[in-house]
């Protein structure tokens, strides 16, 4: 990967030449069974509308149990073999996120085409969708539970600019964090591309400022994994399963590596330190939670700082202003020089006399700062992305959607509870 790429990124790129170099971005394509791949195309090929880039997610793609687990029923009417195959009889919804270029333009079309996915506000007509996505939430539209090639699925719309927007400054970290953890990229962006490496090597960032010197990689990736769900009000409440984050890592640990170890080699104050890591297909190794070690010296991770996104740096500098208690004047004299987006200034990425200040900061005291900034940027737009919910998604879906939620905590209970069984009826 080019030295450099991400000190002054130009997100109005139109073409994947344009790109820092050939296999810009390659991390990003998680390699899945292809007739699975082929199946989950064929039904953005149910859309009329234009999809620019999209992606599968979630546990309906990439398992958070093991494969021997089975459930009761599909929840799939007519699936493709493919798709039964590889959900292994575990019937779980696909969710897809959509992003598009003209938003009211989209939803028109697809109104036109399916006004069975919609709740009863698709009646208004598609300025009235449009605006409910755009100003309310984290900008995304969702329709869930509709079947389309005989799959139930999920799927959400975003505008491009506000997909980006969110991968390169994390003004909500909604869709950013899901990209931080695997996905199945079905259609592809340059500009879109650019932004989530953006996105990927700032949750690198961000971890390391939440870890000691020496980690592991279940500790990094589970730090990463855990970012987006801070703040979240799903985690506070039984409505998800709380051995959630643990989950995604554990069985999803090679996708993992792939997405983030050519980060981590870019990076110049973390590496490996683990002679398994030489060994040849290592990073399919699941059983392997290789070591590694970061440089704990305040100049190079108030590096670290500077080149957070440029939303989350205002929220953690705003937090030590008030920490530091530095005065206002003085304050605002130091967010203008660290401006990322005056044209007339060279985009300075070293570290000021602040950034180091802040790195230097007792570990368990920085943890907190970074841990409060990353709850106060997920947690309205969660919120409010839950209730808009409720209006775009209808009553008896919502309902069903909550029952779902509920069951998949009581099941991470209930999977807490066995696992303590054997080690309590240990005799000492």
Not at 196 to 207: P, Y
Not at 288 to 316: E, H, I, Y
Not at 391 to 398: D, E, F, N, Q, R
Request: proline letters at 6%.
């Amino acid at each position: 990967m080019p030295q450099g790429w991400d000190e002054d990124p130009d997100l109005s790129i139109s073409a994947f030449s344009q790109l820092p170099s050939s296999t810009f971005g390659y991390n990003q394509h998680m390699v899945i069974n292809h007739d699975f791949k082929e199946a989950l195309r064929q039904i953005l090929w149910q859309f009329r509308a234009p999809i620019r880039y999209a992606f599968a997610y979630g546990s309906g793609v990439f398992p958070q149990t093991a494969s021997g687990s089975k459930s009761a029923s599909t929840v799939h009417p007519h699936p493709s073999p493919a798709i039964s195959s590889m959900q292994g009889g575990q019937g779980k919804m696909i969710d897809f996120i959509f992003g598009v270029s003209y938003t009211q333009h989209w939803h028109s079309l697809n109104l036109q085409q399916h006004r069975d996915h919609y709740s009863a506000i698709g009646s208004l007509g598609s300025s009235f969708v449009s605006r409910v996505q755009d100003n309310y939430g984290a900008g995304v539209y969702f329709n869930p539970y509709v079947t389309v090639n005989g799959t139930l699925i999920k799927y959400g719309v975003v505008n491009l600019d506000t997909l980006c927007r969110d991968l390169s400054e994390w003004d909500t970290l909604y869709l950013a964090g899901r990209l931080q953890k695997p996905v199945k990229i079905l259609r592809d962006d340059p500009r879109v591309r650019l932004a989530n490496q953006i996105n990927l090597i700032s949750a690198v960032r961000t971890a390391l400022l939440l870890l000691p010197s020496d980690f592991t990689e279940q500790d990094l990736y589970g730090t990463i994994a855990g970012l987006s769900y801070l703040g979240d009000p799903r985690m506070a409440l039984p409505a998800e399963n709380p051995n959630k984050i643990a989950n995604i890592v554990k069985y999803q640990l090679p996708n993992f590596r792939r997405l983030y170890a050519p980060l981590i080699e870019n990076l110049p104050n973390v590496a490996f330190r683990d002679s398994r890591c030489s060994s040849p297909g290592w990073m399919e190794n699941r059983d392997t939670n290789a070591t590694l070690a970061q440089d704990m010296d305040p100049k190079k991770r108030g590096n670290m700082v500077r080149r957070l996104p440029r939303s989350f740096r205002a929220r953690l500098y705003f937090r030590y202003q008030s920490k530091f208690q530095i005065p206002q004047r003085e304050f605002d004299k130091m967010l203008e020089e660290s401006d990322d987006k005056d044209p007339t200034r060279v985009k300075k990425q070293q570290g000021s006399a602040f950034d180091q200040r802040i790195a230097a900061d007792r570990q368990e005291d920085l943890r907190k700062e970074v841990r409060r900034a990353i709850k106060s940027t997920v947690q309205w737009p969660s919120v409010t992305q839950s209730l808009k919910g409720i209006l775009t998604t209808g009553l008896v879906k919502s309902v069903r959607y909550v029952r779902e939620k509920i069951a998949k905590y009581r099941k991470g209970q209930q999977q807490d509870k066995e696992n303590q069984t054997p080690q309590t009826g240990k005799k000492q």
